[in-house]
């Protein structure tokens, strides 16, 4: 039997929940519940915080992508260029605008976008790339943006995937505010996570801002008048932008949280094991992503012992099933590769307490003494 889980964000509405249950009597007593005062707030709430102009709350962080790369521009047979180990959620994006997603390796010791690949992969239908800060560990976006200026790619627009990085920092920066257009997932066991699917696309480009707010609803200018191609449906609804008003005050708390469990991983857990993910202050530790050999073995013997693991991302983008059908182009991926067979994701959340992060490592330990004797 699992006891400790791991994500639990069940303990954080438990923390919370006296003000988040009034917050939702607020808006339920409203009787409005899209596009409403909350939503206004949230959306200059997370602006404020992130240090951009413009963010437009939409319904969860998939949509935000998809949201974003049109706003961008990217549309049928561009090229957008990303990595295959973050989950598929830019390729879906890029499937849903009608992009051919070019998967490029990452760096074997943070597993995120390689840039000093990202040459061979531009071509002259580059549009976009799209940066995964993956497990919370920031990809240095300014370099990044200078590569490509250095190769005379000056119009490719950089996207930033923040899902795993809320409150992550670069040169004094936060997540989201170093590339042309960000998109956030707020998800239930993200560092700000609400009670069921919300996402936002965040820019400080007002032109980008304004197409985003159109196509996010069916390209409307106004009420029934649609000046903008391929608008949807994608609304953050109010009742989570009113839970996500609560919970942002203490999104810096959570994160030092977070940080501390990684610290402890780091300090603690002994060789094979090699910890990816950061506790550094720029970092907001999302994920525990650890690196160890025989690992179906290791997270077998881990559930034996009541503690769940998990993998992020079992499998590469352009090796799932649903990718057959669809374009891609592939360059070698030999980190990619390597890492997809040994990454395991430790239990990594805010309310995690100091005796289960004990439990953790005491087994991580004694099964690793065992497996590799
Ligand atoms: C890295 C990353 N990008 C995008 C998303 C998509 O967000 P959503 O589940 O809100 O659509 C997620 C996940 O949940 C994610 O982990």
Redesign the pocket.
Known sequence: MINIPINDPIRQYRELHVEIDRVIREVNGSGRWLNGSWTRRIAEEIARWCGVAHCVPVA????A?ELALRSVGVELNNEVITVAN??G?ATTACHLVGATPVWVDVRASTLGLDIERVGEALSERTKAIVV?H?YGIMVDVPALRAELDRRGATHVRIIE?C??AHGATMRGRKAGALGDVA?F?F?PTKNLGALG?A?AVLTNDAEIADRTLRLHQYGWRERYNSIAAIGRNSRMDELQAAVLTVKLPHLEQWNAARRNVIERYVNELHPPFRVVSTCSQSDVAHLAVLRVPQRDQFRKRMAAAGIATDIHYPILDCNQVSQKMLPGRLLALPESERAVREIVSLPCFAELTADEVDRIIFAANRIAAELFA
């Open positions: 969860n962080g998939t949509d992508l973050a989950g959620y995964t993956l995937d899902a795993h998109a997932s998800y699917d996402g």
